[in-house]
């Protein structure tokens, strides 16, 4: 394949998101993305030792106090719905997809920032439906990449193929975020089918951040 090409696909890309059709079984998960490269100066203190919460009857996997479940969409609906007055983000990410990769430091400092007030969810997209290749196939590489990242936030892996998925959610690509309110109710979805947030898409600093940060002000949650 010519430079010119691989330039033209590179930026299309960028403009148009990470869809499914670009989804690869083989695609190889790139561990070297800089663990916790965002500043994190201003997270807050837990006034108590706080556990990650989890799924009931989920297949889990643990490693260094990092961990990671099996799950559908049904049953992360059933979770937020549990959360007890927390916001609530979910990370649609996949591990071919790059600007995916890119933000994910930023969901994990994210739950730094408000340990104790939020719950940060990743929803790894990888499965793709094949026989040979079932949900649990992938968790070895993925708990690399979790640990490298000290993602001790609530790791999901698809249990549902990510076609099926994107089309019950009416998605074309990811990323893509969800911010629930302390209701459980969603509030708003991040993607960039629309072009909302430009060529580059939606990114925590700019647009999710922010936004937690003025939910909290305006709920003016107590600490616990």
Same mark, same amino acid.
């Given at each position: 394949m010519s430079p010119q090409v691989l330039c033209i696909l590179g930026s299309l890309i960028l403009f148009f998101g990470c869809s499914q059709e670009g989804s690869t079984a083989d695609a190889p998960?790139?561990?070297? #993305?800089? *663990? $916790?490269?965002?500043?994190?100066s201003d997270a807050e203190p837990a006034t108590k030792k706080t556990q990650t919460p989890s799924i009931p009857d989920a297949?889990?996997?643990?490693?260094?106090? #990092?961990? *990671? $479940?099996?799950?559908?969409?049904?049953?992360l609906q059933e979770f937020?719905?549990?959360?007890?007055g927390k916001i609530v983000v979910v990370d649609l990410w996949s591990s071919w997809c790059e600007p995916c990769l890119r933000e994910f430091p930023h969901l994990v400092a994210l739950q730094k920032k408000y340990p104790e007030k939020i719950v940060c969810v990743s929803f790894n997209l990888n499965y793709d439906g094949?026989?040979?290749?079932?949900?649990e196939s992938g968790s070895e590489e993925?708990?690399?990449?979790?640990?490298?990242?000290?993602?001790?936030i609530v790791?999901?892996?698809?249990?549902?193929?990510d076609e099926d998925l994107y089309k019950k959610l009416d998605l074309a690509s990811i990323p893509a975020a969800?911010?629930?309110?302390?209701?459980?109710?969603?509030?708003?979805?991040?993607?960039?089918e629309t072009q909302a947030y430009g060529e580059e898409g939606f990114t925590y600093e700019a647009h999710i951040t922010p936004m937690i940060d003025e939910l909290l002000v305006e709920t003016k949650q107590p600490e616990k």
């Open positions: 998960l790139d561990v070297d #993305v800089p *663990a $916790q490269s965002v500043d994190t297949q889990t996997f643990e490693h260094e106090g #990092v961990t *990671a $479940q099996i799950a559908n969409w049904e049953q937020i719905g549990t959360q007890n094949s026989k040979d290749s079932p949900p993925l708990m690399e990449f979790y640990t490298k990242q000290n993602a001790k790791n999901l892996i698809s249990s549902t193929p969800y911010v629930y309110g302390t209701d459980g109710k969603l509030l708003k979805r991040f993607d960039n």
